[in-house]
């Protein structure tokens, strides 16, 4: 049986979907099952927080999907601890790109801490490194709702983003079979695109107009970003990892999703079809 952890974010929604249709069993711990409505798996209440109340949801099983967002190790460390004493055998943990470096970018930091505590732990793990993700370009939503530009923050500078679909297939590969433990893998797309370009691959999928718009500075992106705030040391790591971006002209890409998977990542316009109905009526 497999554990879910994020199951309700991008990432691990997407997982869920593909395990249903494997008819792999798995459980997600999530703070609300009435609210999960996850296909196939059975939601159990649980919470991070909460490392007394794990102990049910780890019972009987032998592998885990870890996903942790935000800066903090609490989280991670509290299911780390129930996967030992639950004899679990393997761990896949999503990380990121920003995770390795000379020096590692604030954005990678908590990343790299939370791999290493996978690593130390003495449960077999698969460490998954994905880029920029595709599923990033909803946080557009509201501007192209509210007809107004969408504000480009990085200018120049291109990344190849991934499909959270192509990462759960690389997940549900490395949680279901043998072969990848010890492993840590890179996840990019295909195509190095600007943040312009992929407005304009957006554009043509919804047949509509979209303007776009470069920030003035890179705190006007942040506060685009979270409009409510964002703790301050997120927002200067989003800070620096938007200027690293802006100064990468050529973008990382990998093969490891076509090597892992026998077949092409999902391009850009594939995602921005499978998902236009989210971002409004076409014209």
Same mark, same amino acid.
């Given at each position: 049986m497999i554990l879910l952890t994020g199951a309700t974010g991008n990432i691990g929604r997407e997982l869920t979907r593909q395990l249903a249709t494997a008819a792999t069993p798995y459980r997600a711990l999530v703070r609300d099952p009435a609210r999960a409505e996850l296909p196939g798996g059975a939601a159990c209440r649980g919470d991070l927080d909460d490392p007394d109340a794990l102990t049910p949801a780890f019972d009987g099983i032998s592998a885990l999907f870890l996903l942790v967002p935000g800066t903090g190790m609490e989280h991670a460390r509290n299911?780390?601890?129930?996967?030992? $004493?639950?004899?679990?055998?393997?761990?896949?943990?999503? $990380?990121?790109?920003?995770?390795? +470096?000379?020096?590692?970018?604030?954005?990678?930091?908590?990343?790299?801490? *939370?791999?290493?505590?996978?690593?130390? $732990? +003495?449960? !077999?793990?698969?460490?998954?490194?994905? +880029?920029?993700?595709? $599923?990033?370009?909803?946080?557009?939503?509201?501007?192209?709702? !509210?007809?107004?530009?969408?504000? =480009?923050?990085?200018?120049?500078?291109?990344f190849a983003p991934i499909d959270p679909a192509d990462i759960a297939a690389v997940a549900a590969l490395a949680l279901t079979k043998d072969g990848?433990?010890?492993?840590?893998? =890179?996840?990019?797309?295909?195509?190095?695109?600007?943040?312009?370009?992929q407005v304009g691959i957006l554009a043509r999928v919804l047949?509509?107009?979209? !303007?776009? *718009?470069?920030?003035?500075?890179?705190?006007?992106?942040?506060?685009?970003?979270?409009?409510? +705030?964002?703790?301050?040391?997120?927002?200067?790591?989003?800070?620096?990892?938007?200027?690293?971006?802006?100064?990468?002209?050529?973008?990382?890409?990998?093969?490891?999703?076509?090597?892992?998977?026998?077949?092409?990542?999902?391009?850009?316009?594939?995602?921005?079809r499978a998902h236009r109905l989210a971002f409004g009526p076409t014209e």
């Open positions: 299911a780390v601890a129930a996967a030992h $004493s639950a004899g679990v055998e393997r761990i896949v943990v999503i $990380s990121s790109f920003w995770a390795v +470096g000379d020096p590692i970018p604030a954005m990678g930091r908590w990343h790299h801490e *939370r791999e290493r505590l996978v690593r130390e $732990s +003495g449960i !077999a793990s698969t460490i998954l490194r994905p +880029g920029g993700l595709m $599923s990033n370009a909803l946080e557009w939503v509201p501007a192209i709702r !509210a007809g107004a530009p969408i504000l =480009d923050p990085t200018g120049p500078g291109r990848h433990g010890g492993a840590a893998y =890179d996840l990019t797309g295909d195509e190095s695109l600007t943040c312009a370009e047949d509509r107009r979209l !303007a776009v *718009r470069a920030t003035n500075t890179v705190e006007e992106a942040v506060r685009a970003r979270f409009p409510r +705030g964002a703790p301050p040391a997120l927002a200067a790591a989003i800070a620096e990892s938007f200027e690293q971006m802006r100064s990468d002209t050529v973008g990382l890409r990998t093969g490891t999703v076509k090597e892992l998977l026998g077949r092409a990542p999902h391009t850009f316009e594939d995602w921005c």
